[in-house]
């Protein structure tokens, strides 16, 4: 049936515009590469990455980024695992800039088979560096706030999230512990309530108070709390930081 067959020939135009539109339309580097590492189609989104034309990228004659062989290395090594699997895969990947600049991308990698039957990687990338760079710097507070000598809690609206390791061999408990009540065992009505009230209406509060340890210990602190804000300025959560003023409490009692 000619007219039929015209209908699907139609359909496979409009599906292949429609696919060709995606390719040249997306923001996330899209190419196809054969197993030999030979480029074969790359989309706008990855020449603007490399800062080519199309006649520069395929032709070579144009400026490249600073060769880095280990980071072309691990990107055919990366092909070559996902060719010889045979299936869908995600890797992370660096490419160094013209200016030196380091990205990070998440590509997915998939197999593609020609109509000739040669099998070639389509990859489709998502630059994650400043997720990357965020995550780097988050470990970097992380280790700071686990190292200093306070005791640091962090709430958020009014529910404990966080306690660094001094806060918890301070008090003897886990965070769990503290989560499910523990709190209000090492300190009196008196001071706990005002402090959870300080959470949730107030910008600072500060008071000294003597808390007891799972042990039994008394420990004489200064207890601060702060909000913290996010870039626009909202209410996000907390900080509570607890110095040890034990010493400086005994000394004043020797006076």
């Known amino acids: ?17 429609l696919l060709e539109g995606v390719i040249q339309t997306s923001p996330n580097p899209i190419f196809l590469r054969s197993a030999a590492g030979k480029m074969v189609l790359v989309n706008p989104a990855l020449l603007a990455t490399s800062h080519q034309t199309p006649e520069e990228f395929f032709s070579r004659t144009g400026p490249t980024h600073p060769n880095n062989p280990a980071e072309f290395a691990q990107w055919f090594e990366n092909d070559r695992i996902m060719l010889e699997r045979g299936e869908v895969m995600t890797f992370e990947e660096q490419l160094t800039l013209l200016s030196g600049e380091v990205k990070v991308y998440s590509t997915i990698k998939a197999p593609f088979k020609r109509d000739d039957g040669e099998v070639m990687v389509l990859g489709i990338s998502s630059d994650v560096t400043e997720l990357r760079r965020g995550e780097a710097w988050l470990r970097r507070i992380e280790q700071a706030v686990e190292s200093v000598s306070d005791s640091i ?33 090492m300190a009196p009505p008196e001071v706990m309530l005002p402090l959870l009230e300080s959470l949730q209406h107030r910008e600072r509060f500060q008071v000294e ?3 007891q340890a799972a042990d039994g210990r008394d420990v004489a602190v200064l207890i601060r709390s702060s909000r ?17 003023i034990s010493e400086r409490r005994r000394m004043e009692d020797e006076l």
């Open 1 to 17: 049936d000619i007219t039929a067959r015209k209908r699907a020939e139609a359909q496979l135009l409009s599906e292949k515009t």
């Open 153 to 185: 809690l962090i709430f958020e609206r009014g529910k404990l999230v966080f306690a660094n390791k001094t806060a918890l061999e301070a008090c003897g408990y886990s965070l769990e512990q503290l989560q499910h009540g523990a709190l209000f065992k």
């Open 209 to 211: 108070a003597v808390l």
């Open 228 to 244: 913290i804000r996010d870039a626009a300025g909202e209410w996000i959560g907390s900080v509570v930081t607890m110095t040890n």
